[in-house]
């Protein structure tokens, strides 16, 4: 590494379970962030603050007024502005040294292994149903580590599916009914600090697998705001998944 490098990430390189291999590690992978609402814009300020070597953005939305409550890469000079632009220029600016690669267009079975390709690890910071199943068939297809969130009013979860692991679950495996109508963020009541929370601790979950800190299990963590409550769920796999028990081990 060179001496700047080693300067600039030396808060992660005196952690025993990083150190100047993990550090490594983190500059050499290649991420997807899918969906820059309050999660995904959370979540890549740190990824890219961290060293990621590549970040691919991938969303097609614009910015509006709304956003500006807790999405913290936009701001009001950037009103009506494609937000995947936006946060490429402004990542950028906090670290020069990450490839960031900005992909607006919304991602969907037609285009998912085109648009995914490359990535090793995937977050889901989606807001709409069909989309965290395509990214969930997809990271299952291809064994790779999903991280997804979600959150609404005073409440939100996250969690991880490491599918190289083969008794990982799949997103169907516990959210059943995935064809209900979707509450997205442009309908539903947020509190602004939890995306911060939950998009800080994907991308925390996503670090320590890239420096392979823990064991490969899938879990679920619950974050109640009002009750500032924490609840842990170890996620199992449903032997009748009508979709992880059709694929070839």
Not at 58 to 85: A, G, H, M, P, W
Not at 167 to 181: I, R
Not at 212 to 230: A, H, R, T, V
């Amino acid at each position: 590494m060179k001496d700047k490098d080693l300067l600039r990430y030396s808060r992660h390189i005196m952690l025993p379970e990083i150190d100047i291999d993990g550090q490594k590690s983190i500059s050499s992978s290649r991420i997807a962030v899918v969906g820059l609402g309050g999660l995904g814009c959370s979540a890549s300020v740190y990824l890219t603050a961290s060293g990621i070597g590549e970040l691919n953005l991938i969303d097609n939305d614009f910015i509006d007024l709304t956003n500006l409550q807790r999405q913290i890469l936009f701001s009001e000079v950037d009103l009506n502005k494609k937000k995947v632009e936006i946060a490429e220029k402004k990542l950028l600016s906090l670290n020069d040294s990450v490839k960031v690669n900005s992909k607006n267009i919304r991602l969907d079975n037609s285009n998912i292994d085109e648009i995914l390709e490359g990535s090793e690890l995937i977050l889901d910071c989606t807001d709409n149903f069909e989309t965290r199943k395509a990214i969930n068939a997809y990271c299952l297809n291809e064994k790779k580590i999903l991280i997804s969130g979600s959150s609404q009013g005073w409440k939100g979860q996250f969690f991880t599916l490491d599918f190289r692991n083969e008794n990982s679950p799949c997103y169907q495996c516990f959210f059943e009914d995935l064809n209900g109508e979707d509450l997205t963020c442009r309908e539903s009541s947020i509190f602004s600090p939890l995306v911060g929370i939950i998009g800080s601790f994907m991308a925390s979950e996503l670090i320590k697998k890239v420096v392979s800190i823990g064991e490969l299990k899938s879990e679920m963590i619950e974050i109640d705001l009002m009750q500032n409550k924490f609840n842990r769920l170890n996620l199992r796999k449903n032997k009748n998944c009508l979709l992880c028990s059709k694929v070839k081990k």
